[in-house]
């Protein structure tokens, strides 16, 4: 993966970002007039959006930056950060915790999930900075009808209705929620529930949310920041015994990049305070329902709250 960042015979990756940006309430002063900085991501909406709201702020303070965002696969674009090809991301504590740094258990709190991913990744020469209310996770989701019908509120609720009502439960999950042990049988272990096959279809993400809606399964699997959950006014199971790992966004800059240009801290802080589910949900939706690019809806958010003025 990392191979495709590196230049070579007169080729480059990525190209320069030219937003036509200048300090709001964020980047005054250019902090980092005179870096050449890189922003990466993976290839899904939300870090295409994430990647280019890092690499908008970066432009807004001083500096050229070069976009690399959409790597395909999770590690592609942690390596690249982590070996200096990138000097920056946005990545989730539980993908970090889990994935990248081999643990079993989630940390059930958030902050600590944070410090811990933040302390151990230090090792590695990268730097997680402070995290946003965003938690890019998994939970289940029904229509309107069912859930009028139904009134399930949590997962409590739905172990509940599973046993007093055995054929009221039918999901539709992707295959590898349901063998993950971080995903469907973590979760009927966790809550007591014991769904019995022929009541689980197993199908593609994008499927899930329209099979939910037109209520062909009473429950999908969905991650909480997907912006179809609003579009289609899908009810949101609330995981009320935090089985669920966190998967709260926060930016991770290379380390030796952050002593160079320290600016960079104080200079994210404030957008990554104001990116919790609802706004997610919003911004994925206009890429994802509306047809809108992803890199011009992170320009029109940022320059929606005043992080930024100018741009075209």
Known sequence: MVGVLVSGCGLTSGSPMVDDVTPGSIGRGEPLKGASLTVTSKEFTEQLILGAIMGIAFQAAGADVLDRTGIQGSIGAREAVKSGDADGMYEYTGTAWITYLGNSEPIADPHQQWEAVREADLRNGLTWLPPAS?????ALAMNQSHFKEYGTKTLSDVAALSKSDPGAVTLCVESEFANRADGLPGMEKAYGMSVPAKNITQMDTGIIYT??????CTYGEVFTTDGR??????A????????FPNYNAAPVINSKALKKWPAIAELLDPVTKKLDNTVAQELNAKVDVDGQDPHQVALDWMKKEGFVKGGS
């Not at 965003?134 to 998994?138: Q, S």
């Not at 099979?211 to 062909?216: C, I, Y």
């Not at 959950?229 to 899908?234: A, E, F, R």
């Not at 949101?236 to 089985?243: C, I, L, Q, R, Y």
């Open 134 to 138: 965003l938690n890019n996770t998994y």
């Open 229 to 234: 959950i609003k579009s289609m006014n899908l």
């Open 236 to 243: 949101v199971m609330a995981d009320d015994k935090k089985f």
């Open 211 to 216: 099979q939910v809606k037109k209520g062909s």
